[in-house]
């Protein structure tokens, strides 16, 4: 019988600070032996890893909304996981557990690290492992918080979101068309678009590696942009606002554009159109409404559930394709949430 202690934890740390794109040598793989957990303690075998694009902030050594991760410790990241030892009464072995395991096969979280490391238990009724890190996650609570608290969406009017076909870009395009917006994407490659408008149903898309957006924002918002859900800032969203209404919300979620610059971060240069018209841009960071993500969590498994919401995965194996897997994010690679499922 295998016992806890003979068990290796493979880890990816970060082993140098990138300039521009990560390359191989901002990561080391390292291995440790697992622990058994002391007092209170919960032992997590991770399942999947999210590859989200804030991983590329994570890694500068700047103030953010999070402290970086330290040059040589585990890379940050969310999970899901089974609980494997247990020695707290609220988690029991066999638990699936959504926790911010790290890049790395096992998280042991001792007692006073359980609020800090989100670890909590997960329903897979509601959605499956990947579904969890995916529109039941961190992502589709940000699309869905950023979209109704900011957004506040109202029936008729036209939200436009970039990184339609993302994790983010799904969630906010198939809950504004419940709310009953009218929805167009702006995604890379026909693929996507298609995909956004044949099965999530999208009243269009357009494609920005092939053509003009802003031709094609004439073209599918007759009526103007009266919500903007920005995940890639630079030129997109100069396009974007050439094309708001009076009163339009910008929601500044990302700008995935920028995250690899080696030069200055391109703002807005159309910023005078919010004066113009009224309007109003507004940044949100997704873990301000972690004493909400209950609520929407239970309103999207009701979409899933009766078939008005799906979810794509875009899941590879294998934790030590963690640095090249991470790129797919930067160069579009991925279609739909990116996973990196680590066990079975
Ligand atoms: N504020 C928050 O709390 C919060 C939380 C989560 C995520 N975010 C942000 O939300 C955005 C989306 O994240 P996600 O996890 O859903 O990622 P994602 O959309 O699943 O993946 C990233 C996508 O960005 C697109 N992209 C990459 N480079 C681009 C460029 N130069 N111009 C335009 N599009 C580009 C690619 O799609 P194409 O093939 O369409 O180019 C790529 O597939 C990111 O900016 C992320 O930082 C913010």
Redesign the pocket.
Same mark, same amino acid.
């Given at each position: 019988m295998t016992t806890l202690t003979s068990l290796v934890n493979h880890q990816v740390r970060l082993a140098a600070r990138p300039v521009g794109m990560p390359g191989p040598e901002c990561w080391s793989h390292t291995t440790e032996a697992v622990q058994e957990p002391a007092e209170g303690g919960v032992l997590v075998k991770t399942h999947a890893i999210s590859l989200?694009?804030?991983m590329r /902030?994570w890694m500068n050594d700047v103030k953010s909304y999070i402290p970086p991760v330290g040059i040589g410790e585990v890379m940050r990241a969310g999970g899901v996981g089974t609980v494997i030892a247990s020695k707290n009464p609220q988690f029991a072995v066999g638990d699936a557990v959504s926790v911010g395991t790290g890049v790395q096969e096992y998280m042991l979280v001792p007692q006073d690290q359980i609020r800090k490391t989100g670890l909590v238990k997960i329903d897979l009724s509601m959605g499956n492992m990947t579904q969890w890190l995916n529109v039941l996650g961190?992502?589709g609570m940000?699309g869905y918080f %950023?979209l109704m608290d900011v957004g506040q969406p109202k029936a008729g009017e036209t939200l436009v979101v @970039?990184?339609?076909?993302?994790?983010?870009?799904q969630t906010v395009g198939q809950v504004a068309k419940i709310k009953g917006c009218r929805v167009v994407g *702006?995604?890379?490659?026909k693929a #996507?678009c298609d995909w956004v408008v044949n099965e999530l149903g999208f009243d269009a898309c357009i494609d920005? #590696?092939a053509g003009n957006v802003k031709a094609g924002l004439k073209e599918h918002c007759p009526q103007g942009v009266d919500i903007y859900f920005d995940?890639? /800032?630079?030129d *997109?969203l100069d396009d974007v606002l050439a094309r708001i209404n009076r009163k339009a919300r910008i929601i500044i979620?990302?700008?995935? @554009?920028q995250?690899n610059n080696t030069t200055p971060v391109q703002g807005p240069k159309n910023y005078l159109s919010l004066l113009v018209n009224r309007a109003r841009m507004e %940044? *949100?960071?997704?873990?301000d409404y972690a004493d909400r993500y209950h609520l929407a969590v239970a309103e999207m498994a009701g979409y899933l559930k009766d078939g008005r919401m799906k979810s794509r995965e875009d899941v590879v194996n294998g934790l030590n394709t963690f640095p090249e897997t991470l790129g #797919?994010?930067? @160069? %579009?690679?991925?279609?739909? #949430?990116?996973v990196l499922k680590v066990a079975d």
């Amino acid at each position: 019988m295998t016992t806890l202690t003979s068990l290796v934890n493979h880890q990816v740390r970060l082993a140098a600070r990138p300039v521009g794109m990560p390359g191989p040598e901002c990561w080391s793989h390292t291995t440790e032996a697992v622990q058994e957990p002391a007092e209170g303690g919960v032992l997590v075998k991770t399942h999947a890893i999210s590859l989200d694009p804030a991983m590329r /902030g994570w890694m500068n050594d700047v103030k953010s909304y999070i402290p970086p991760v330290g040059i040589g410790e585990v890379m940050r990241a969310g999970g899901v996981g089974t609980v494997i030892a247990s020695k707290n009464p609220q988690f029991a072995v066999g638990d699936a557990v959504s926790v911010g395991t790290g890049v790395q096969e096992y998280m042991l979280v001792p007692q006073d690290q359980i609020r800090k490391t989100g670890l909590v238990k997960i329903d897979l009724s509601m959605g499956n492992m990947t579904q969890w890190l995916n529109v039941l996650g961190m992502p589709g609570m940000t699309g869905y918080f %950023g979209l109704m608290d900011v957004g506040q969406p109202k029936a008729g009017e036209t939200l436009v979101v @970039s990184g339609a076909a993302g994790a983010v870009g799904q969630t906010v395009g198939q809950v504004a068309k419940i709310k009953g917006c009218r929805v167009v994407g *702006i995604a890379g490659g026909k693929a #996507k678009c298609d995909w956004v408008v044949n099965e999530l149903g999208f009243d269009a898309c357009i494609d920005y #590696k092939a053509g003009n957006v802003k031709a094609g924002l004439k073209e599918h918002c007759p009526q103007g942009v009266d919500i903007y859900f920005d995940n890639v /800032g630079g030129d *997109i969203l100069d396009d974007v606002l050439a094309r708001i209404n009076r009163k339009a919300r910008i929601i500044i979620c990302g700008a995935i @554009s920028q995250y690899n610059n080696t030069t200055p971060v391109q703002g807005p240069k159309n910023y005078l159109s919010l004066l113009v018209n009224r309007a109003r841009m507004e %940044g *949100i960071v997704v873990f301000d409404y972690a004493d909400r993500y209950h609520l929407a969590v239970a309103e999207m498994a009701g979409y899933l559930k009766d078939g008005r919401m799906k979810s794509r995965e875009d899941v590879v194996n294998g934790l030590n394709t963690f640095p090249e897997t991470l790129g #797919k994010l930067f @160069s %579009g690679a991925n279609f739909g #949430k990116l996973v990196l499922k680590v066990a079975d």
